[in-house]
């Protein structure tokens, strides 16, 4: 029996014993496509020779100093090298070892700045139903799923919740897709009236909706609607970009698209593209000198803040994309998955939608095309489906559909950014396979 404590305690998972590029081997010699980068993490694929090297290089200079004694020239580099690219009126980044962390950061540095600037009464978050932003409590508090919370609402601060921008399942026939995300993007100035100006210290957003929602961008508009917004009312605005971030969208930064800037954003895995544990908030100016002017200090630290070994592994990454041209091969390689997704799955009985970005692809699975009812939940269409998948050497990232039906079973496609056309082709052929195998055990096809 395993004394590793997995999420599907008494579940047996296959053991993963070597990666190279875009595959990963199992103990049994079995090759998979690493078609969702794990979940959405390994951007460069497994085993890059030029990462391998740069963390052999500084493991044996430095594997760890900790920061309130000492900075080190890796997370120094690191964060240059962010800045330099993030969006405009970005000042400053506080690296730490997860997703879930970097939001917990950014819940605390948004309090923070309003603790600087002596607006006390701003301590309500305001994010969206259906949202995935981690699994810590501050996270899981403004997140929206509410499996993952149901065991711990009691014990959490009390989350502010208003509709996602989801075009699928939530634009009325007689709206245009502008009209739709301009509707529920007031939704957030109805919450912010209905709390009080005064009280709201952020709303919380991923740019493009991976986990809950498989790769829902949003509404044209809807964001720029959203900053004018939060401005409008001295509220800050987080973006979460751990999944959808770091070129997964074929921009550096999912909010590139969009044409607004943060004041506060979430990065993680695509940073350090599964090869060390990293994550990292980005603070805007206007937040950080604050923070200079006021105490000087965030109180705010933990044990691997700007860990060297997790910084020049990071930051290799980093190289290798740009050096590579990587986001130039996700939005072409993007392209083609999705021409492939659309001809196997556009006529497709049981495919209800298709959507996405860049590298990060979301098909959605339903029992019926024209009223989009999703399969019955207890069915577990997502996991027939990832079972089926592997069972054809391929990894896919499946989701579940909620029991109110607000959403379907969908499967989200995130591979490496170094993918060629030839497995994009078979990633779309082991996927519609995979599909069909999986519906055939619910219901005759
Ligand atoms: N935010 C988003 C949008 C995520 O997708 C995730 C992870 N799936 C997290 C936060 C949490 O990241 P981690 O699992 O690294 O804590």
Redesign the pocket.
Known sequence: MSHVLHRMLGKTYPVAEGGAGVMLRDRDGRDHIDASGG??VSCIGHGHPDVLAAMHAQIDKLAYAHTSFFTSDVAEELADHLIARAPAGMDSVYFCS??????EACLKMARHYFVETGELKRVNFISRRQ??????LG?LAVGGRMKDRAAFAEMLMTGHHISPCFDYRGRRPDETAEQYGLRVADELEAKILELGPETVCAFVA?TV???TLGAATAAPGYFKRVREICDRYGLLLIL?????GMGRTGTLHACEQEGVAPDLM?I??GLGGGYA?I?AMLVSKRIAEAVRRGSGLFPHSQTYVGHPLACATALAVQKVIERDDLLANVRRQGARLEQRLRERFGNHHHVGDIRGRGHFWGVEIVADRASKTPFDPVLKLNARIKEAAMERGLMIYPMGGTADGTAGDHVLLAPPFIIDAATVDTIVERLGDAVDAALGTVQPI
Do not use: L
């Open positions: 979940a959405a997860s997703g879930s962390e970097a939001i949202s995935y932003h981690g699994i810590t996270a991923e909706v991976g986990a979460d970009e751990v999944m959808c979430a993680a895995k544990p994550g």
